[in-house]
C-alpha cells in the first residue's frame, strides 16, 4: 500500500511526559488529594456472606464511636432518583443501599462517616449484621453448563462449522485464564461536594469527566452542567475506571444527605470487589490445517463469569474470527451468572483472554505440523479482512515479524522443545500474535494563542496514563512550530470541551486529530490576519500585537470521515519471548522480552515506548503470577492483596524492548497513528506459555504459569 503521509522528523520526538516533574514531585494532585472545609471521611463495610439477605442490621455501636456522623445502610439511604428507572427485578448496575439482598462476598452493606478517616474506619467493625442464607456459585468451571448466549453476542459462522475436525492435521484443547484484578497504584477515590440541592462537585478517579458528569446527572436527576467533574491525574486505570460505580454515588448520596463534603477512598481490598476484574474464562479452541499449514477451519468456545444481577460481556472470540485467512470458522460466546461481583474491560478485553487460547493453539499446530510458528502465520497473513473482506487500512504485521525476531534472536530457537540449557536453566523461546481495533471518534478543542507566543489547548480528556497531554502537546508543538515549552495543555475537567472515555486505544486518534485541526484552523486565522504566518512564539507574537489582539482563539470539533467505513482498521502487536526455567524448581524467569507495535505513525517515542513495556509487564501478570482464589465454601477471596496477589513488577522482565513499524495508517487521521494501549498486552501471555513449552515441552494450559505445574 502507497503511504499518503510522510513522517517528517520533529524537534520534539524525544519529549519527555509534560507532567512528570509534577508527578515525581508530589506536585499533581489526585482526586483523593483535595482538601475542603469540613471534610467527612467515608468508610465502607461489606457482607461477609456470599449469597442472601439482611436479616438485622445494628449500627448504634458505630452510631455512638468517638467522630461519628452518621451510618448509612438500605435502612436509611436517601433514596436516588435514578434508581427507580430500572424495572424491579431487571438485571443492571448494582443499585447500592437500596434493599436487603446480598449478591456476592463483599458487597456494601453500610457505609460508616466520622471526622476522621480512622475513627470511620474503626467505627465500621462495630457493626453487627445478621443474614438470611442462601445457596450459592462462585466456581465458574462447576458451572460451564449454566452459561448462557447473552444477547449482544451471537454464535458466529463462516463456511463450515467443526471443519476443522475432518483436516490433516489438527488441534483441539481447553485453556483456562483465572480471575485478573487490575490494581493500579492510586486506589479508587471521591470527593463530593454539593452547592444546594441541585449541583456538585466532584473530584473523581475516572477515565472519562464527561461520562461521569452523565451517569451522576442521571442517577440525581440534574442537569449534567449542574455537575462538575475533575481529574487532572489519574494514577493509572485498565478499564476498572470506564464506569461510574456504586461508592461513587454513594459518596455523592451521602454528601447531600450531611450538606457537607465527603471523601470516600476504597481500601486496597475493596479494589478487588468493587471496581471490576478480569473475568474467569474458559475456552476450548480447534485448529485444522493441510499438511503445508493452510488453515481449514478454526472452532473457539468461551465461557466468562459474570455476575447474577448484571450480564457483562467481552469479545474473547472475536479475534478468532479476525486474525488469520481461514475459510471455515465459527465461536460461541457464552455467560455464567455467579455470585461474584461483575467484571468490567481490562486492557485488551476480550481480545487479550482469546489470543491466550488461539495463539497457544496456532503454537501448538506449529508444532504438529513441525513448521516454524512465525512461518505458520505467514501462511495464513490475511490481507484483507476475513470478516468484513475490506481491505485493511494499513497492515504491516509481517514488518512486525521480522523486526521481532531479529530482536529476540529467533533464530537460535530449537525446535526441539526442552533439549537447550543455559548455565543450569531449561532455555526457550515463544511468540505470539495480538490485534485491536483502530478508532476514532468525536472531540472537540480549544486552542488559543496568547499575546506572549503561548499557547493553551483545552479539551475534557483525561490522561489515565499514556502521555495524552504530552502528545498533545508535541501535535500542536509540530503544527504551529511553537518550542513544547510555550504549550500549556488543561484536561481532566467536564467544564471543558467535550471528548470521549480515555479507553479502547482511541484517544491519541481522536483527541489527536481535534488538536491537530485546531492548530491548522489557528494558523489560517492567523494567516488571514498578517498575509502569512511565520513559524514560532515570536513570530506569532508579532502578529497579535500588530492587530492589538489579546488572543486568537478557535474551538474546532474534529471527527472521522465517512472514507473510514471502506476500510477495516486495526492496530497489530507480535510478542516475543525468551524464558529460562529451573528444571528442579519449576522457576520461570523471563529473560528478555522483544514487543513489536504495527499502530501507524508513533506520535510521541517516549510515552510510546513506556505503554508497550507496561502492556509486556502487565501481560506477564496474566501469563506467570495473576490469579484470584475464591474460598468456594464461603464465596469469599482470599489473596485480596498485594502480599498474596503477585503483580509483576519492572525487575520481573530484566531486558524488554519495545519496537516500533512506524509506518503510517493513511486513512484514520491527520497523524496517521493508531492504538497501541490494548496490543501492548494481547498477545504476551501466549507468548510466554509458548515459551515454556519450547524450555520445557511442558504445555500448561491452565494459567498462571506457577512452578508447581512445570515440576
Given at each position: ?20 516533574r ?8 489526585y ?53 427507580q ?23 456494601p ?5 466520622a471526622?476522621?478517616?480512622e ?41 463450515q ?45 475516572t477515565?472519562?469527566?464527561?461520562s ?24 493509572g ?22 450538606k ?14 468493587a ?23 478454526i ?88 470478516l ?36 543450569g ?40 496514563g ?36 480515555q ?45 492589538n ?61 513506556s ?59 491527520p497523524?496517521?497513528?493508531?492504538g ?36
Open positions: 500500500m502507497e503511504n499518503k503521509i510522510a513522517k517528517k522528523p520533529s524537534a520534539t520526538d524525544g519529549l519527555s511526559r509534560v507532567d512528570g509534577l508527578k515525581v514531585t508530589g506536585k499533581a494532585k482526586s483523593a488529594e483535595y482538601n475542603t472545609k469540613g471534610m467527612v471521611y467515608a468508610v465502607l463495610a461489606g457482607s461477609t456472606i456470599t449469597s442472601g439477605s439482611i436479616k438485622s442490621i445494628d449500627t448504634k455501636k458505630a452510631e455512638s464511636a468517638p467522630g461519628v456522623i452518621s451510618v448509612i445502610t438500605y435502612l436509611n439511604a436517601p433514596k436516588v432518583p435514578g434508581y428507572d430500572t424495572p424491579a427485578g431487571a438485571k443492571g448496575t448494582l443499585k447500592i443501599f437500596y434493599d436487603e439482598k446480598i449478591y456476592f462476598n463483599g458487597q452493606v453500610a457505609m460508616v462517616l471526622d476522621t478517616f475513627r470511620a474506619q474503626f467505627a465500621s467493625g462495630l457493626i453487627d449484621v445478621t443474614y438470611n442464607k442462601t445457596p450459592f456459585e462462585t466456581q465458574l468451571t462447576k458451572n460451564l453448563d449454566k452459561g448462557v448466549s447473552p444477547h449482544n453476542a451471537k454464535d458466529y459462522l463462516r463456511g462449522e467443526d471443519a476443522y475436525k475432518t483436516a490433516p492435521v489438527k488441534i483441539e484443547q481447553e485453556y483456562l485464564l483465572p480471575t485478573n484484578v487490575h490494581n493500579p497504584m492510586e486506589l479508587h477515590a471521591i470527593i463530593a461536594n454539593w452547592d444546594g440541592d441541585d449541583k456538585v462537585t466532584v473530584y473523581d478517579k477515565q472519562g469527566v464527561v461521569t458528569q452523565r451517569n451522576i446527572a442521571q442517577a440525581f436527576k440534574l442537569q449534567p452542567a449542574n455537575v462538575q467533574v475533575t481529574a487532572p491525574f489519574v494514577g486505570a485498565f478499564g476498572a475506571a470506564l464506569r461510574t460505580w456504586p461508592h461513587e454515588i454513594a459518596a455523592v448520596m451521602a454528601a447531600k444527605l450531611l457537607k463534603p465527603v471523601k470516600l477512598v476504597l481500601s486496597r481490598a475493596d479494589m478487588f470487589t471496581v471490576g476484574y478480569r473475568p474467569h474464562t474458559w475456552q476450548k479452541i480447534g485448529l485444522g490445517a493441510t499438511a503445508d499449514g493452510k488453515l481449514v477451519g472452532s473457539h468456545q468461551a465461557t466468562g463469569q459474570t455476575s447474577v444481577y448484571e450480564d457483562f460481556t467481552e469479545g474473547v472470540v472475536n479475534i478468532s474470527q479476525l486474525m488469520y485467512a481461514c475459510p471455515n470458522v465459527d465461536t460461541k460466546y457464552r455467560l455464567a451468572s455467579l455470585n461474584v461481583n461483575t467484571p468490567t474491560p481490562m486492557r485488551g478485553p476480550g481480545e487479550a483472554t482469546g489470543a491466550i487460547a488461539l495463539e497457544c493453539g496456532m503454537d501448538e499446530l506449529a508444532h504438529a505440523l513441525n513448521i516454524d510458528p512465525i512461518e505458520l502465520r505467514l501462511r495464513n497473513y490475511a490481507d484483507t479482512d476475513p468484513t473482506g475490506k481491505p485493511y487500512s494499513s497492515k504491516f504485521l509481517s514488518d512486525a515479524y521480522k523486526l521481532g525476531a531479529d530482536a529476540i534472536g529467533w533464530s537460535k530457537r530449537n525446535a526441539q522443545p526442552g533439549t537447550v540449557l543455559e548455565n536453566w531449561l532455555s526457550g523461546y515463544g511468540m505470539a500474535s495480538g490485534m485491536f481495533g483502530a478508532y476514532r471518534g468525536a472531540a472537540t478543542v480549544i486552542a488559543r494563542l496568547l499575546a506572549d507566543g503561548t499557547l493553551d489547548v483545552q479539551t475534557a480528556v483525561t490522561d489515565i499514556p502521555g495524552t497531554g504530552t502528545f498533545m502537546t508535541k501535535i500542536a508543538s509540530d503544527v504551529m512550530g511553537i518550542p513544547a515549552r510555550d504549550i500549556r495543555v488543561k484536561i481532566g475537567d467536564s467544564s471543558l470541551p467535550p471528548s470521549p472515555t479507553g479502547g486505544s482511541a484517544i491519541t486518534s481522536t483527541v489527536g486529530s481535534a488538536v491537530n485541526d485546531a492548530c491548522v484552523q489557528l494558523k489560517q486565522k492567523l494567516k488571514e490576519l498578517s498575509g502569512n504566518v511565520e513559524g514560532g512564539s515570536g513570530g506569532y507574537a508579532q502578529i497579535l500585537q500588530q492587530h489582539l489579546p488572543a486568537v482563539e478557535v474551538t474546532v470539533t474534529s471527527k472521522g470521515g465517512p472514507d473510514m467505513a471502506k476500510y477495516a482498521m486495526y492496530s497489530w502487536s507480535v510478542h516475543f519471548m525468551k524464558v529460562l526455567v529451573h528444571p528442579t524448581t519449576g522457576v520461570v524467569k523471563v529473560d528478555k522480552a522483544v514487543s513489536v507495535a504495527d499502530c501507524g505513525t508513533i506520535v510521541s517515542q517516549k510515552t510510546a515506548r505503554q508497550i513495556i507496561g502492556g509486556t509487564i502487565m501481560g506477564t501478570g496474566m501469563g506467570l503470577t495473576e490469579a484470584v482464589v475464591i474460598d468456594h465454601r464461603y464465596g469469599r477471596l482470599v489473596n485480596n492483596d498485594f502480599a498474596n496477589y503477585h503483580v509483576p513488577v519492572q525487575a520481573d522482565i530484566p531486558q524488554c524492548e519495545a519496537l516500533f513499524v512506524n509506518k503510517p495508517d493513511p486513512y484514520i487521521n497523524m496517521g497513528a493508531k497501541m494501549g490494548e496490543i501492548a498486552t494481547i498477545g504476551v501471555a501466549a507468548a510466554l506459555a509458548n515459551a515454556v513449552f519450547n524450555a520445557t515441552g511442558k504445555r500448561v494450559r491452565d494459567l498462571p504459569i506457577t512452578p508447581d505445574k512445570l515440576v
